[in-house]
């Protein structure tokens, strides 16, 4: 396996992405290679990521984290898909020719934010893969831009087309005890305003430029949608230290069919003897 610093420093190295598309993902070109090595890391780290998975990058953007994966997944393949026809061109054509096995789409899903005209809804989105498809999905910063709706497609979607025991790595800004003290202390980014239902949005004009989710809502979301919390990694976002990331961090794991039945017995079965609420 090939150490960070060789990654970064590999003769050939891809070219980075014009400024204008950075812009678009809200990244300064001095921060592209290595924030994308930080996630990079963090996947490779927190999920147990190996050289032969089947790796699906949900929003993927200009392919900040494309660009480490492509030295790192020798055997294993990457499907990215973005709403962004720009970003997934200039992934296309600077990434895929020079790695096969490096496949990028774009769908035509509407986001308020970052593709308004899009033809499909993302609460009624299907993605283009077939089920159980993917050892590891993840997305980077795009939960962060999604309303309830459609955070609940998406888990759906990721649930579908993961492997029975596959792990999924998301953020998000998510609401808690401690980070909702955080919003009123100045210098907080981003500043959330506004309550829209149980989520917090910087701009009534654009709620999907930035979104925070409580985090009890997003447990129970996924824990719906068959998987399994293994870890959170609280960000900084909210005036945090020493975390591991700036976004929160939420890593899960798809149930296996049989894991998946027995817990909806067991959940069935606790609520008819009221320990759940309905
Ligand atoms: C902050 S950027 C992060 C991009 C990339 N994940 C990264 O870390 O560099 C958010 C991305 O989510 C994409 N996006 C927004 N809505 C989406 C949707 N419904 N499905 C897929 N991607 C979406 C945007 O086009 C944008 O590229």
């Known amino acids: 396996?090939?150490?960070?610093?060789?990654?970064?420093?590999?003769?050939?190295?891809?070219?980075?992405?014009?400024?204008?598309?950075?812009?678009?993902?809200?990244?300064?070109?001095?921060?592209?290679?290595?924030?994308?090595?930080?996630?990079?890391?963090?996947?490779?780290?927190?999920?147990?990521?190996?050289?032969?998975?089947?790796?699906?990058?949900?929003?993927?953007?200009?392919?900040?984290?494309?660009?480490?994966?492509?030295?790192y997944l020798t055997r294993g393949t990457y499907d990215g898909f973005d709403v962004v026809p720009e970003l997934v061109a200039w992934c296309r054509d600077n990434i895929a020719p020079r790695h096969p096995n490096f496949r990028f789409e774009h769908v035509d899903v509407a986001n308020f934010h970052y593709h308004k005209r899009g033809a499909i809804q993302a609460q009624a989105f299907r993605f283009p893969y077939a089920d159980d498809s993917f050892h590891r999905v993840f997305l980077a910063s795009v939960f962060t831009h999604l309303l309830t709706d459609d955070f609940r497609n998406y888990s759906a979607e990721i649930g579908r087309t993961l492997k029975p025991g596959g792990i999924a790595l998301m953020t998000f800004f998510l609401l808690n005890d401690e980070s909702r003290r955080s919003l009123v202390r100045p210098g907080t980014r981003p500043r959330f305003w506004h309550q829209s239902g149980r989520l917090m949005i910087t701009r009534r004009d654009d709620a999907e430029s930035a979104v925070a989710y409580p985090e009890d809502m997003v447990r129970s979301i996924l824990h719906e949608n068959g998987?399994?919390?293994?870890?959170?990694?609280?960000?900084?976002?909210?005036?945090?230290?020493?975390?591991?990331?700036?976004?929160?961090?939420?890593?899960?794991?798809?149930?296996?069919?049989?894991?998946?039945?027995?817990?909806?017995?067991?959940?069935?079965?606790?609520?008819?003897?009221?320990?759940?609420?309905?």
């Open 1 to 71: 396996m090939k150490t960070e610093p060789e990654l970064a420093a590999r003769p050939g190295a891809l070219p980075i992405p014009p400024a204008d598309l950075l812009k678009i993902i809200g990244v300064l070109p001095q921060d592209y290679v290595s924030v994308g090595r930080h996630l990079f890391r963090v996947l490779r780290v927190h999920t147990g990521l190996r050289p032969g998975h089947k790796v699906l990058d949900v929003g993927c953007g200009c392919g900040r984290v494309a660009w480490h994966l492509t030295e």
């Open 227 to 278: 998987f399994e919390l293994q870890q959170i990694l609280f960000g900084a976002w909210c005036g945090r230290e020493q975390t591991v990331s700036y976004q929160d961090v939420v890593i899960v794991r798809k149930r296996g069919r049989k894991e998946h039945w027995a817990g909806a017995v067991r959940d069935t079965a606790l609520r008819l003897t009221g320990w759940l609420r309905p």
